[in-house]
C-alpha cells in the first residue's frame, strides 16, 4: 500500500523510471499474461508488455496522518483512499492490459478501442488528481510569500484567487469534479479551472492545488454541505507542496532560456 | 493576425509576460470596460482588469504556408484556423471579461459562474490544442532519432505507438475530439490520449503531438473519410516541432534534479 | 413542499396544464420580474412571462414515508430529496428566468444563451429523473405477471434483465449517473440504459423504472459500498408505479392505431 | 437501403414488433453466433439471442429525394446518411452483439461492461436522432394551425420559439450537437432543447422537431457557416411530420383519461 509510483517524476529521471519499468516487467508480465491468456484464448498471441501498456501503476501512500486532519474524519479519508483512488489504480492497470490485447487484435474495431482508451483517460485523470489532491492536504503552514506574489500577480490579489477557487467549489457542490489551480504550461498563466469529472483537464497545464468535489470527498462528513467541506479543505491545505510545484514550473522555464 | 501570443512561454519568461500584460493593461482595460459596462449597467462597480480574466489572447499565426501541404487544402486550413481556431479565440477572451463581471459581482449564483467557466475550459482547450495542432503541421522531416528512442521505449517500437495514434482517430471519426500524444509529467510517461471534445485533456500532461479530429478538420477535403485525412496528417507532420517539445520537458526534468 | 407539479401529465390534460401556468402569471410574473430587474437593470426591457421560460417548477412530495424504507435512512432520503432534489428544482425555475432575459436581449452571444440551455438540459434532467426516482420508491409489493411477461419478451427472462440493470449501476459505483430501464417511443424497445450525468438520456424514451447512482444517494448510508446500496434499492422498489408507466405507453400505442 | 425498422412504432404495435424480432431470430442468431464465436472462442458459452441485444436495426430509408431539397445537396444528404447514420446502425448492431457476450460472461467487470453501455447510448441516440432527423427533412409545406397554436402556447408566440431553436443552433456551429423541440411526458411542456452529443437527450421526451449540428450536416456545403445551414434546414422544413408527432402525444394524453 505504501509502495511509491515507480517512475514518479519527482523521484527519478526518465530513464531510470524506464530501466525501473522494464526491470519490473518479468513480474508484470507474468500478471498481464495470466489475465490476457484468460481473455483472449485462442484469439491472438499476446503482445510484448511495454510501458505504454504495462500495469505499472502502485497506489501511492498518504504523505499525512489521516486521523489528524482538521474536520475531515479519518473514516472518509481512508474510504476516500481506499476505495475510491484505489479503485482506480486497479482500473487503470486493468484496463492498461485490456488495451493492450484489443491494440494486439487488427480485429477490434476503432469503436471498441476508443471505449478502453476514454477508461483510460478517465482513470488516468482519477489516478493522477487523486494523488495530486492528496498530496496536497496534511498541511498547517500557511501560505509563503512566493505563492502569494504569483496569485497575485495573475490575479491582482490573493482574496480574488481564493473567491473564484471556493465559487468554482460550490458551484460543483451534489455533482462530481475537481477545482484545479494551474500553470498553462502554453499560455503561460495561472488560472483556477473547473472540472466536471476524470475525463476533463486544462490542456497542457501543471497542477498546483487540486480539490476532489466527488461527492465521496465529503457527503460522509457533510452530507450535501459542499461548503462546509471547503472551508474544510482550505484549512488542511499543505502549501508547502504548492511552493514545491510552482517552484518546478519557474526551474523548467529557466531551463529552457 | 500574425501577432504571436504576448505570454508564449517559448518566446519569454513568466515575469516578463506577466509585465506584457500589465503593461498593456490600460488598452486592455478599455474594451474590458467597453463590454462590462453595456452588460452591467448599474449592477456592479467594473472590476480592475487581472490578468487572469483579461482578454489577452491573440491568435497566433501559422507557421506555415497552408497553399503547401500534401493533401490538406489552402481552403480548409485557411477556414479551419479562421473560423474555428480565431472563434475560440475571440470566445475565450469574452468570456474571461464576463467571468470577471460575475465574480465581481457577489450575487451571482455558482452555477451560472461554473456555466462560464465550462465555456472557460473548453475554449481554452480549443486555443491551446488548435495552436499545438497548427505549429506541429507543415514538416516534410522525418522523426528524428530522439523522439524514435523516446516513443521506442515507451512504446516498445515506434509503428505500436503510431498503430495506436491511428486507431484512436479512427474511432473519433464522424464527431469531434483529438489525439494527442504527451508527456504524462505526473507519472513520467508517454501515452496516447484520446479526447471527445476540447474539454478533455489529460491530466497534468505536455503535449508532443496533437491531431484534431473535429470535422471541421477534414470533411471539406475527404467528407466522411475520417482515415484519408489521418493519412494526410501523417505526411505532414513537423516532426521537429516534437522534438523541439520532448527537449523541452527532457530539461525540466534535468532542471529538478 | 407538498404541493403537485401544476401540468404533471399524470393529473390534467395539456390544454388545462397551459391553462394553470397562465393563470399563475400574475404571481410567477412578479417574481421573474424582480429578479429580471435586479439582473439586467437598463439592459433591455422586461420580456412577458412565457411557459417555456416561467419557473413553474415545484418540488414534488415523496409519495412514501421516508422513515419507512427498508436499508435506505429517513436522514439519506430527507438529505436526498431535500438539498440534491429540492436544489435541483429551485436551479431549474432560475436557468429559466435567466433564459428569457437572455433570449430577449438579441445580444446575447449564442455560446452565452448555450451554456445557459445546458444548465437547462441538465437541470431538467436532475427533476425529472428525481421525480420518477422517488415516485418508484416506497414499494414492498411483487413485479407482477403485467411487467414481468413485457421484460421477459425483451431480454429472454426477468433474471437477464436484473442482472443487468444491476451491473451498470455497479459500475457507475464512485462516480454519478443514472440507471433507466425505458421503453424507446422510436423503436419500440425495451432497454436498460446507462447514464452518466443529468445530462444523459436514452433518446426518444419513456422511463419505466430509475435508479439514482449519484454518490449522494448512498454514502451516507453505504459509503463507497454502491453494491449494498444497489441490493437496498431493489428491496424497495414500488413495481405497481412500473406496473402503471408500461400501461400508459402500451394506452398510446393502441391510441395511435 | 430501404428496408424499414422492423419494429417501427409508426407501423405496428409493441407485441407484433417482438414477434417479428422473434421471427427472424434464426437469421439474427446465425450472424450474432458467427461474431460472437470469434470473439470468445473458449471463454463462454453464446447466449441465446434476445431482444435488446439483438443486432435488429436496419437502415430506414430517406422519405425523399435528396436531390430536392432547397440548399442541401444531393452529396452532402447522401454522405450523411450512408457514412454517419449508416455508419450509426451498424455500430449499434455491433454493440448489442457485444453487450450479449459480455453480459453472458460473469467475469465481466462492470466498468468495461458499462464501456460498451455508454457506446449503446450514444448509438442509440445517433440512430434515433438521425431518422427522427432526415424524416422531418423534405418538406415545403408551412406549419400548421394545429402546431402553431400548441407552439403558441408554450412559447408566447412562434417567432419566439423559432428564434430560441435557431440561437441554440448558432451556439453549436463548429462542433457537435442537436437541438430538439420535444413534448415532455413528465412536465407536459414543450421546450427547446440543447444536446451536445449522442449521449444527451431531454429526460421523457417525445421529440418534435430534430436538427442536426455536427458539422457532418453542413461542412461540405457551407464549411464554417453554420447559420447558413440553419436557413436551409429551416426551408426545407416537412411540417406535415412535426403535426404528426404532436397528434400522436396528444393522443396518448387523451388516452391516460
Redesign the interface.
Known amino acids: 500500500m505504501s509502495t511509491q509510483?515507480p517512475?514518479?517524476?519527482?523521484r527519478r529521471?526518465?530513464l531510470e523510471?524506464?530501466t525501473a519499468v522494464t526491470a519490473s516487467m518479468s513480474l508484470i508480465g507474468a500478471d498481464a499474461m495470466a489475465l490476457a491468456t484468460?481473455?483472449s484464448?485462442?484469439?491472438s498471441p499476446m503482445?510484448?508488455p511495454?510501458?505504454?501498456f504495462a500495469p505499472i501503476?502502485q497506489p501511492r501512500a498518504l504523505s499525512f496522518d489521516p486521523a489528524k486532519l482538521d474536520g475531515l474524519s479519518e473514516k472518509l479519508i481512508r474510504?476516500h483512499w481506499e476505495?475510491?483512488y484505489g479503485?482506480s489504480v486497479k482500473?487503470l492497470n486493468?484496463?492498461k492490459q485490456?488495451l493492450a490485447v484489443a491494440?494486439a487484435d487488427k480485429?477490434?474495431?476503432?469503436?471498441?478501442?476508443?471505449?478502453?482508451?476514454?477508461?483510460?483517460?478517465m482513470r488516468?485523470?482519477s489516478?493522477?488528481?487523486h494523488?495530486?489532491y492528496f498530496d496536497n492536504l496534511g498541511g498547517t503552514d500557511a501560505v509563503d510569500a512566493y505563492v502569494r506574489k504569483a496569485i497575485g500577480?495573475?490575479?491582482?490579489d490573493f482574496a480574488?484567487?481564493e473567491?473564484?477557487f471556493r465559487?468554482?467549489g460550490?458551484?460543483?457542490?451534489?455533482?462530481?469534479g475537481w477545482v484545479v489551480a494551474g500553470h498553462?504550461?502554453?499560455?503561460?498563466?495561472?488560472?483556477?479551472?473547473?472540472?466536471?469529472?476524470?475525463?476533463?483537464?486544462?490542456?497542457?497545464?501543471?497542477?498546483l492545488l487540486v480539490m476532489d468535489m466527488?461527492?465521496?470527498s465529503y457527503?460522509?462528513d457533510y452530507?450535501?454541505s459542499a461548503t462546509s467541506y471547503i472551508d474544510a479543505f482550505f484549512r488542511n491545505i499543505r502549501w508547502e507542496m504548492v511552493t514545491d510545484r510552482l517552484k518546478?514550473v519557474?526551474?523548467?522555464?529557466?531551463?529552457?532560456?
Not at 517512475?7 to 519527482?10: A, G, H, L, T, V
Not at 460550490?170 to 462530481?176: C, F, K, P, W
Open positions: 509510483y517512475n514518479d517524476p519527482s529521471d526518465f523510471a524506464v484468460e481473455e484464448k485462442g484469439v503482445p510484448d511495454i510501458p505504454a501503476h474510504s476505495n475510491n479503485g482500473t486493468a484496463v485490456r491494440l480485429d477490434t474495431p476503432p469503436f471498441v478501442y476508443d471505449d478502453l482508451k476514454r477508461e483510460h483517460l488516468t485523470g489516478v493522477v488528481f494523488e495530486l500577480e495573475s490575479f491582482g480574488t484567487w473567491a473564484e465559487k468554482i460550490a458551484g460543483l457542490g451534489g455533482g462530481s498553462n504550461l502554453h499560455t503561460g498563466q495561472i488560472e483556477n479551472y473547473w472540472l466536471a469529472d476524470h475525463l476533463h483537464a486544462p490542456a497542457a497545464t501543471a497542477p466527488y461527492e465521496h457527503q460522509m452530507g450535501a518546478r519557474s526551474a523548467w522555464r529557466s531551463a529552457r532560456s
